[in-house]
């Protein structure tokens, strides 16, 4: 398990003319003193990095006022230019930690000129919006868990969501596929339940495409239960 002082012994690239580094420790510290100071507590931390630690993805999850759900920040920070430092909000499934990221609230910031003042800004504007995305996805999910999905419709979106949208790749709809035939905790046929299985699909992916894969998974859903 990598730990945010973990995050500190990745080497950090110089500081250029047109590039700023972000450092990974540095984001991270930055998200758990902005939500302390705000009265959130910390419930859980997941960090995980690609390509020698030059990209970086942390999960943090927040105590909520609902017992099945969590709130949820995700960043992403790279060292090579790959990725832009990201911030997403939602939520995090309290039984399996699956996690909820909608596009309205995720924020970009190339790593130049002023990054590092923005990046603050960025945190600070994240931490006060945090709950009420939060409640909103609570919404999502208690309109999914009342919607029923007959096989043929969970095989017809699961293959738009591979085919057309790109959202998993073809090692995650083998999990998805798994998840729909054994899931004991969602083995409901609800739109809940697939949103879940996906979800848990969702956890083999690569750190960089984390918060993007969910974006995408968030929007399908709505954009086809709405």
């Excluded at 758990?32 to 959130?40: I, V």
């Excluded at 931490?127 to 999502?140: A, D, G, M, Q, W």
């Amino acid at each position: 398990m990598i730990t945010v002082n973990d995050l500190g012994y990745i080497p950090i690239p110089e500081k250029t003319d047109t590039y700023v580094p972000i450092l990974h420790k540095d984001l991270a510290e930055l998200v758990l003193e902005s939500a302390d100071k705000n009265g959130f507590v910390i419930k859980n931390t997941n960090f995980d990095t690609a390509r020698g630690g030059n990209i970086m993805r942390g999960i943090f999850a927040f105590s909520g006022d609902d017992p099945e759900m969590d709130m949820q920040i995700g960043i992403l920070n790279s060292y090579d230019k790959s990725k832009m430092v990201t911030i997403g909000l939602g939520s995090q499934v309290v039984i399996c930690q699956n996690g909820m990221v909608s596009a309205d609230y995720a924020i970009k910031r190339k790593h130049t000129g002023s990054v590092e003042d923005d990046v603050k800004r960025m945190v600070g504007q994240s931490i006060e919006l945090l709950y009420e995305e939060y409640r909103r996805n609570i919404e999502v999910r208690n309109r999914l868990f009342g919607i029923e999905v007959s096989k043929s419709k969970y095989a017809e979106l699961i293959g738009r969501m591979f085919i057309e949208e790109n959202i998993i790749t073809p090692t995650q709809l083998g999990i998805v596929k798994k998840e729909f035939q054994e899931s004991k905790l969602f083995p409901e046929p609800t739109a809940w339940s697939m949103y879940n299985h996906v979800n848990q699909a969702l956890k083999v992916g690569h750190p960089g495409d984390y918060i993007e894969q969910h974006i995408g998974l968030h929007n399908f859903m709505l954009e086809n239960f709405s």
